[in-house]
């Protein structure tokens, strides 16, 4: 069975600083998606980034940028030039691809406290 | 940007009462998924839904729940008989057939049900 692990239950950052949030999984398939969603604290789901496990090259959107070790089976997110919007929970995320139906499965996620 | 939209945004129900809670996913996309989360708690996997049926659920869904496409636009999942630990943020979420663009799921902002 697939597991997300985020080992980090809260990261604190200042403002206009860097920080990486940590994720692990397991699964035996070559190929799968991963995700980074954000959860601020309205609630909603929103998707940060997405990493084709096929691909080697890391993905970036913006400040954000995963750094994906597929032999590792890491993948985590770091987030740059921090602001006072970017607090919420982060949930990591793993999904096999091309089979329609299959499910997200989330980490415990890690909440990020930003700082003036 | 098209997005997928819930009603209500919260709800109140006494145990035992039936709720229904309503989802418009993105207009071209397919797949169609409710997930829950409990407060505290990781994001969970309910159901998915493809061409008017259930293509998988977990073993949370039991018989209380049920899903229901009654039209081209609505989702909806119905909790027959609400039990305290059905209190929750119910996200649906929704994903287009094929491609790159549908290796992602979308998720709306969720409907908060407190049973009392």
């Known amino acids: 069975a697939q597991t997300v692990t985020q080992s980090q239950p809260e990261m604190s950052v200042q403002e206009a600083e860097t920080v990486t949030l940590s994720c692990t999984y397991d699964?035996?398939?070559?190929?799968?998606?991963l995700f980074w969603y954000k959860q601020p604290p309205s609630r909603q789901m929103i998707l940060v980034i997405r990493q084709e496990a096929y691909k080697q090259q890391n993905a970036t959107e913006n400040r954000f940028s995963v750094n994906f070790q597929k032999a590792a089976k890491s993948f985590s997110l770091k987030i740059s030039d921090s602001q006072l919007g970017d607090a919420a929970m982060y949930f990591c995320a793993y999904r096999i691809p091309n089979t329609g139906f299959q499910k997200l499965v989330f980490g415990t996620g890690t909440r990020l406290l930003v700082s003036p | 940007e098209p997005e997928v939209t819930q009603t209500p945004s919260h709800q109140v129900t006494q145990m035992g009462q039936e709720v229904i809670l309503r989802c418009v996913p993105i207009?071209?996309?397919?797949?169609f998924y409710w997930y829950r989360q409990i407060l505290g708690q990781k994001v969970e996997f309910l159901v998915s839904f493809y061409n008017n049926e259930i293509s998988e659920k977990s073993e949370i869904f039991d018989d209380q729940f049920s899903v229901e496409r009654p039209d081209g636009s609505n989702f909806t999942l119905k909790i027959r008989s609400t039990k305290l630990e059905d209190s929750a943020m119910y996200f649906c979420?929704?994903?287009?057939?094929?491609?790159?663009?549908?290796?992602?799921?979308?998720f709306g902002e969720g409907s908060w049900l407190t049973v009392v």
């Open positions: 699964t035996s398939e070559s190929d799968y998606y």
């Open positions: 979420a929704s994903k287009f057939r094929t491609g790159d663009s549908g290796n992602t799921i979308y």
């Open positions: 207009s071209n996309h397919l797949y």
